[in-house]
């Protein structure tokens, strides 16, 4: 009997929405059997595409196989495997094959959003900070840096965006006008800002809008990395790296320090090292692997071809590299190397144009999305050296890109934001603003582009100009969209109609309030 049923739990039958009716209007029982032991019967979990599918015809079997359908556990690890509410417990829902069910539902409305744009967007705008030099994002938080000095957080979590101004640490004795913010980064805990002066600021998010911690370089930052968890910064001035983290009682001091022979153009920390942090640097044609136990230690280096782009992931280092000319066979690529063993794994690509980006590590199993200046996406595995696809996306090169397992979102100089199907290789939709697109972040719900300028100053005016009623087109912008089909209702209405007030007698229109008000 049990050899029979799990045969029939192996077929390849079509998983559709069907198998959740069926399993609820069935309520016949063939014939009844003696009880099998549970725990053999969880091991099916394992395939649990084929099982969804089969659970309707392994119902009526007998009364255990109905049980085992309607068990509890076996819809929480179905719910599990899937990838559904993860760090949820079982006892967090009475009903796991409606929890599963629900959550299929919703994956597939936001498909179906991500791919007819139905959502709602709004303008992440700051006219204090004058023009926007630089943007992160973590997790629906964003952080941007101003010409005035200044640095913004929003959090788009929240229906109202609302989140503090940062205050920078600088002498009172300094009368003229704070330096431009160079670089912003942010994490799930910390966010950091370089400025012109060579100045670095971190501020914890949990501990309000003073910094935590303050170093000055002697000349201008050119990279700063933040790891994407923990508390570690790495800064390149100069000739020189330094990798800064607090100690074992929450005291910052400086991890690390190295010289570099040349300027540093790209600065990363590897994710999830334990012990002391590693960065790798790419300085003009030489990439560098940064350990504190092996200062300096030369990853790649190839005169004559400096690296244009780079990223890293927990194990591998990807980077584009760049031919001048005189070396024909040796054309623009894409360069693939292991950290622990400091081996260049795949040469992928063949391209005229420079690699302007490439994304590693937020980017499925196997797999990088590169932008290039011959306009052109290119999605590669990393067993193989030639791309999967290539689009043709932004007629002035591309200049940010992200992928997930079914959809690509790229930015161009020109100022276009694409989301591309990955599979059918075709344009879903596209956002143009000014500038270029320096930033983009996106997770299964929500999509947040940055269109910055290269131009810091407003044409005709002077940098002490406080008219923030003209040059709006100057200042860059930056989008905020969201997917979500539960909160459509709330997003779709403008910021300034949104309201807290309880009472909805009268609103009948998806409309919050004509004007703003006051909460008392």
Known sequence: MVRNAVFMCSCKLPVSSSSFTDLNTLTHLTWDCSAHPTEPLYLLSSHAERLISSLKQTYLVSRMWKALAEDEVLWYRLCQQEGYLVDTSISSHTCWKLALKNCRARERTL??????????????????????????SCDGVVIAGYTSGEVRLWDTRTWDYTAPILEAMHDPGDAGPRPHVSFVRINSSLAVAAYEDGTISIWNLMFGREPIHHYQHNQRVQALALGSEGAVVATASGFEVKVESPDDRG????????????????????PDVVGSPVAVAAAEDIVYLLKAEDAGKTLHSVYGQPVTCLDVSAHEAAFGVKNFGWLLNE?????LYNLETSQCLKK???????????NLQNSPPNMLVTGNKDRRVRVFDLRKSESLCSLYAHQLGVSAVQMDDWKIVSGGEEGLVCVWDQRMGTKLWEMHARHPVRHIWFNSHSLITANIPDEKSLPGTSITDDDLTVHHKYRGIIYAYEFSADQLAVESVLPICRSSYDEVSGYNYNIGLAVPYDNI
């Open 111 to 136: 498909k179906t959003n991500w791919k007819n744009r139905i959502g709602a967007v709004s303008q992440l705008r700051y006219e204090l900070g004058k023009i926007l030099c630089d943007v992160h």
């Open 251 to 270: 005291f910052w001091q400086t991890t690390a320090t190295f010289d570099i022979r040349k300027l540093v153009n790209f600065l990363n920390l590897v």
């Open 331 to 335: 054309p623009n690529q894409i360069l």
């Open 348 to 358: 992928m690509g063949n391209s005229i144009g420079d690699f302007t980006c490439v």
